[in-house]
Structures are given as C-alpha cells and as structure tokens.
T-cell receptor
Framework: AQSVTQLDSQVPVFEEAPVELRCNYS??????LFWYVQYPNQGLQLLLK??????LVKGINGFEAEFNKSQTSFHLRKPSVHISDTAEYFC??????????FGAGTRLTVKP | SAVISQKPSRDICQRGTSLTIQCQVD?????MFWYRQQPGQSLTLIAT?????????ESGFVIDKFPISRPNLTFSTLTVSNMSPEDSSIYLC???????????FGQGTRLTVV
C-alpha cells in the first residue's frame, strides 16, 4: 500500500517570499504523484502531477515540484508567493489512479 | 477536464436522519469516487461507485451507512444514513480524467449534524 507524509501542517510566509511544501511517500511499486490545492469552502484543484519523464514538473499558478526517487520525495515550490496562494495543499500518490492516497495537508498562509 | 456539480453544497441535519448527496458530471466517466474530509483533516476514500454493480467500499465504510447509487456514467449519489455528529464532514465526489492520470473533484458538500 501507498502512504504520504506531509511534514509541515502549517507554513506561514510573507508575501513575495519563496516557499517549499514538503511531501514524502512510500510505495513498493511505481506511482503517480500529485499536488492539489483547496481554497476555502471549495473542492480540490489539481496544481501539477508527475507521471514519468522529467523530474521537474511545472504546474499552474507558478508552482513546480521535483520528484526525487532516491529520497521518495515530491516537494512543492514557488519562488514568490502571493496573498491569493493562501490555501490548503495536499500531496497525493496513486499506483493507478484508482486508489489515491492523500497526505494530511499543509496550510499555507501568506501574510502581507 | 471534467466539470462536476455536487448538490447540496451544504446542509445542517438532525441526528438520526439521512442525507443524499448528488454528483453530476458533464461527460461520461468510468470511475467515480466518494471521499470524506473530516474537519481539519485530509481526504479519506469512502468507496468507488461502479456503474451497473454495487459500490466497492474501503475498510471502515459499509453500505448500510453509506449507500451509493450509480445509475449511469454521468451521475452518482451518496447517502449518509442515520447521521450522528461524528458524520459532520465535507463529502467530495471525484472522477477519473479521460487521460486516466488525474482526478477531478466536485466542490464538496459541507454536512453538519446537530
């Protein structure tokens, strides 16, 4: 079975600062990796995904993530955050998209 | 991408009653899923809604408590039966994308049981 660990439950940062949200996973098989964002009172929106190929994945809203197989990590980064990036971010893993496992989530708060 | 509509968006219900949540997709999809997101927590898969057969439930979830219907490839319902305050959560419908490499989510139904 797969599992996901998001190491930080809350990340406060100032506007225009860089941010990294950490995600580690465990799996005995190859997996797909995802980052989703959940704005207040809304559903989940896909930020980016890693399926195969280049380990650096670029997503929407200026976010990117790097897949590191040796460290079983898929950390999410943004070089300069905006107030509007304040949201809950979920890392997820699945071997086949039928059994998607989510991390506990990281609440990113961007302060002016 | 798929556009998913969930109804109701929120509800406050009395304990002991049942609520049926509807999920409508704008295109035919093979796989539909129901998740629960308890307050301040991550998503937990309740079940996979199978068209033409009984839903497949995850450990800890049973059909008597969470009956699911899937009459066609664009629609599903989840019923939360005999509700208690512990059922207060956000319930989310999800579908597999056509590329089969991502999942799309509805806006969720915020349920409060009093």
């Amino acid at each position: 079975a797969q599992s996901v660990t998001q190491l930080d439950s809350q990340v406060p940062v100032f506007e225009e600062a860089p941010v990294e949200l950490r995600c580690n996973y465990s799996s005995s098989v190859s997996v797909y990796l995802f980052w989703y964002v959940q704005y207040p009172n809304q559903g989940l929106q896909l930020l980016l995904k890693y399926l195969s190929g280049s380990t650096l994945v670029k997503g929407i809203n200026g976010f990117e993530a790097e897949f590191n197989k040796s460290q079983t990590s898929f950390h999410l980064r943004k070089p300069s955050v905006h107030i509007s990036d304040t949201a809950e971010y979920f890392c997820a893993v699945t071997p086949n998209n039928n059994d998607m496992r989510f991390g506990a989530g990281t609440r990113l708060t961007v302060k002016p | 991408s798929a556009v998913i509509s969930q109804k109701p968006s929120r509800d406050i219900c009395q304990r002991g009653t049942s609520l049926t949540i509807q999920c409508q997709v704008d295109s035919q999809v093979t796989m539909m899923f129901w998740y629960r997101q308890q307050p301040g927590q991550s998503l937990t898969l309740i079940a996979t809604a199978n068209q033409g057969s009984e839903a497949t439930y995850e450990s800890g979830f049973v059909i008597d408590k969470f009956p699911i219907s899937r009459p066609n490839l664009t629609f599903s319902t989840l019923t939360v039966s005999n509700m208690s305050p512990e059922d207060s959560s956000i319930y989310l419908c999800s579908v597999e994308g056509q590329s089969k490499t991502e999942a799309f989510f509805g806006q969720g139904t915020r349920l409060t049981v009093v």
